[in-house]
């Protein structure tokens, strides 16, 4: 009721000037006048209804307490103005020792002087008067009352943390603005820099700086829908693209088997060397875009958390000479020489085979697309500690350092003169760091423009980070949905490439994946 009261009268009272305490003595005179005023109402017409007829006594009445309400109005408020004498103690606004409280005046935004209890003793601030424009009468509780209801608990923490031997506490809260206007908010966020001032008079005092941080909170606000929008339009692509690969592989297939069987001349001779050609660009071009398919599926799952690692020991030179048994007709036929040194201390590592083998390929194919005829490609592999290292260099065209923090986004690719009329999709090397960092391991690259590019990847002999990755890819799991239909299909995919030596369909996915996606690693 007495906040009502004060917003009534501050419509028509001369704005408070912050700290002077007359104004504080003439809302109290409005509302002393209001609280007779509102008891005389009903007993002045019931007193003169004795002596004059009721009809008469009710308007009488009203008329002589409105007219009375008025005159003791303006009679206190004027001599509430005209009184010079000290405050009552209870109204006498709180001066520290030191500086003095004129001081609190030149201070930014709404500063104000709280006791024990969180009640407002005074009010100060260089912006004071531009903060009592729209709030209510601060004084008292009248502060912690506009705070928003949700906020008020952690302003009283911040209050009790004070209490207990605190020096300083910074708190967000939402006042409640009064009036609100329709393009208005009816909240405003303040952001309260509070201060222990230390006892006075045997009562903690608390100094709270308030400002106005509704356009940061706007901003917080923009940039965190803005972030909710861009991974759902992530999601959306990783979806489209696993969706739209796993449509392509079921007529991919098709290609790659029929033409097989017509290049192999089963079923009768083809005419001309002319038709036999054509059969096979077809093949090839089919196991080309398989290839592109097949890494648009793995990058994927990996970006979903749906890739799945199958931890199993296995020899190191095994998956490093199958990957030179694989890629070496295509290292001979552009005249570049591969070679692979493996020490002898290395033996086996825990893993899953198929994504080392997978890891290899690709960075031995990209580093064979771009090395000139005469150059040297080689792998390495050493034991370091506990971690396995394999190292992939060439004496190819290499890059220059500042386009090296630009490699490994998928679809981006460094395009010049000289390696634009290389092939790619970009997203070879993008896969290689997603399958390294699936087993905990970590990936380098060193290069210079026409001197070569060292890879090196690094993984644990014992598979450790893989148990770090497999819970987190298990809680990941619950929290994305893959295509519904992907997921039955993504395991026979799977199974069917986890020996890609047992059928020529399979190796030829990953010699074309070397050759095209993971020769885009250094282009990416």
Same mark, same amino acid.
């Not at 009488?60 to 005209?82: P, S, W």
């Not at 070679?339 to 990209?366: C, F, H, K, P, Y």
């Given at each position: 009721?007495?906040?009502?009261?004060?917003?009534?009268?501050?419509?028509?009272?001369?704005?408070?000037?912050?700290?002077?305490?007359?104004?504080?003595?003439? $809302?109290?005179?409005?509302?002393?006048?209001?609280?007779?005023?509102?008891?005389? $109402?009903?007993?002045?017409?019931?007193?003169?209804?004795?002596?004059?007829?009721?009809? *008469?006594?009710?308007?009488?009445? +009203?008329?002589?307490?409105?007219?009375?309400? %008025?005159?003791?109005?303006?009679?206190?408020?004027?001599?509430?103005?005209?009184?010079?004498?000290?405050?009552?103690?209870?109204?006498?606004?709180?001066?520290?020792?030191?500086?003095?409280?004129?001081?609190?005046?030149?201070?930014?935004?709404?500063?104000?002087?709280?006791?024990?209890?969180?009640?407002?003793?005074?009010?100060?601030?260089?912006?004071?008067?531009?903060?009592?424009?729209?709030?209510?009468?601060?004084?008292?509780?009248?502060?912690?009352?506009?705070?928003?209801?949700?906020?008020?608990?952690?302003?009283?923490?911040?209050?009790?943390? *004070?209490?207990?031997?605190?020096?300083?506490?910074?708190?967000?809260?939402?006042?409640?603005?009064?009036?609100?206007?329709?393009?208005?908010?009816?909240?405003?966020?303040?952001?309260?820099?509070?201060?222990? *001032?230390?006892?006075?008079?045997?009562?903690?005092?608390?100094?709270?700086?308030?400002?106005?941080?509704?356009?940061?909170?706007?901003?917080?606000?923009?940039?965190?829908?803005?972030? %909710?929008?861009?991974?759902?339009?992530?999601?959306?692509?990783?979806?489209?693209?696993?969706?739209?690969?796993?449509?392509?592989?079921?007529? %991919?297939?098709?290609?790659?088997?029929?033409?097989?069987?017509?290049?192999?001349?089963?079923?009768?001779?083809?005419?001309?060397?002319?038709?036999r050609e054509y059969v096979s660009l077809i093949n090839q071009s089919g196991s080309h875009l398989l290839s592109v398919v097949n890494t648009m599926l793995d990058m994927s799952k990996i970006e979903a958390g749906r890739y799945e690692l199958?931890?199993?020991?296995?020899?190191? +030179?095994?998956?490093?000479?199958?990957?030179?048994?694989?890629?070496?007709?295509?290292?001979? #036929?552009?005249?570049?020489?591969?070679?692979?040194?493996?020490?002898?201390?290395?033996?086996?590592?825990?893993?899953?085979?198929?994504?080392?083998?997978?890891?290899?390929?690709?960075?031995?194919?990209?580093?064979?697309?771009?090395?000139?005829?005469?150059?040297?490609?080689?792998? =390495?592999?050493?034991?370091?500690?506990?971690?396995?290292?394999?190292?992939?260099?060439?004496?190819?065209?290499?890059?220059?350092?500042?386009?090296?923090?630009?490699?490994?986004?998928?679809?981006?690719?460094?395009?010049?003169?000289?390696?634009?009329?290389?092939?790619?999709?970009? %997203?070879?090397?993008?896969?290689?760091?997603?399958?390294?960092?699936?087993?905990?391991?970590?990936?380098?690259?060193?290069?210079? +423009?026409?001197?070569?590019?060292?890879?090196?990847?690094?993984?644990?002999?014992?598979?450790?980070?893989?148990?770090?990755?497999?819970?987190?890819?298990?809680?990941?799991?619950?929290?994305? #949905?893959?295509?519904?239909?992907?997921?039955?299909?993504?395991? #026979?995919?799977?199974?069917?490439?986890?020996?890609?030596?047992?059928?020529?369909? =399979?190796?030829?996915?990953?010699?074309?994946?070397?050759?095209?996606?993971?020769?885009?690693?250094?282009?990416?």
């Amino acid at each position: 009721m007495a906040s009502r009261v004060d917003d009534a009268a501050r419509l028509w009272l001369p704005r408070p000037v912050a700290g002077e305490p007359v104004a504080v003595r003439e $809302f109290a005179v409005v509302r002393a006048v209001a609280a007779a005023a509102l008891i005389a $109402f009903p007993t002045v017409p019931l007193a003169l209804s004795a002596a004059l007829p009721v009809s *008469l006594a009710l308007p009488v009445g +009203a008329a002589l307490v409105g007219a009375a309400a %008025l005159v003791a109005a303006a009679g206190g408020i004027a001599y509430a103005r005209n009184r010079k004498a000290d405050f009552p103690a209870a109204e006498q606004p709180f001066e520290p020792a030191g500086n003095g409280a004129r001081h609190y005046d030149c201070f930014a935004g709404l500063v104000t002087i709280h006791d024990a209890r969180g009640s407002v003793t005074s009010v100060h601030g260089r912006d004071a008067e531009a903060y009592l424009a729209w709030m209510r009468n601060p004084s008292g509780r009248g502060f912690i009352e506009q705070i928003h209801v949700s906020d008020r608990i952690v302003f009283l923490q911040a209050i009790d943390l *004070l209490r207990q031997g605190g020096h300083l506490a910074t708190i967000d809260i939402r006042l409640e603005r009064p009036n609100v206007f329709a393009e208005g908010e009816q909240f405003v966020h303040m952001r309260c820099e509070m201060t222990a *001032l230390g006892e006075i008079d045997g009562e903690l005092s608390i100094l709270v700086q308030s400002r106005d941080v509704s356009e940061e909170a706007r901003l917080r606000s923009e940039a965190a829908h803005k972030t %909710l929008l861009a991974e759902s339009a992530n999601d959306a692509k990783t979806r489209f693209l696993a969706a739209v690969s796993h449509e392509l592989r079921t007529p %991919l297939n098709a290609i790659l088997g029929f033409s097989d069987i017509l290049s192999g001349e089963y079923f009768g001779k083809l005419q001309n060397d002319r038709q036999r050609e054509y059969v096979s660009l077809i093949n090839q071009s089919g196991s080309h875009l398989l290839s592109v398919v097949n890494t648009m599926l793995d990058m994927s799952k990996i970006e979903a958390g749906r890739y799945e690692l199958i931890p199993e020991p296995f020899r190191v +030179a095994d998956v490093v000479n199958a990957c030179e048994a694989m890629l070496g007709l295509q290292a001979r #036929e552009k005249g570049v020489q591969l070679t692979s040194r493996i020490m002898r201390n290395v033996a086996e590592v825990n893993a899953d085979q198929r994504a080392i083998q997978q890891i290899l390929i690709n960075l031995v194919g990209n580093a064979i697309k771009f090395t000139d005829r005469g150059g040297l490609v080689t792998i =390495d592999a050493e034991v370091v500690g506990t971690d396995l290292n394999l190292v992939v260099s060439d004496t190819g065209i290499g890059i220059a350092e500042n386009k090296l923090a630009m490699l490994g986004q998928p679809f981006v690719q460094i395009q010049n003169d000289y390696t634009r009329k290389y092939e790619g999709t970009g %997203l070879g090397l993008s896969l290689v760091k997603g399958l390294v960092a699936l087993h905990g391991g970590r990936f380098d690259m060193r290069s210079r +423009a026409g001197e070569g590019t060292v890879v090196t990847v690094t993984i644990a002999l014992d598979g450790s980070g893989i148990r770090a990755s497999d819970e987190q890819e298990s809680v990941e799991q619950t929290m994305v #949905e893959f295509p519904p239909r992907l997921k039955e299909h993504r395991r #026979e995919s799977t199974n069917g490439r986890a020996h890609p030596e047992t059928s020529r369909t =399979d190796a030829r996915e990953l010699n074309g994946g070397a050759g095209h996606d993971g020769s885009q690693a250094k282009t990416a």
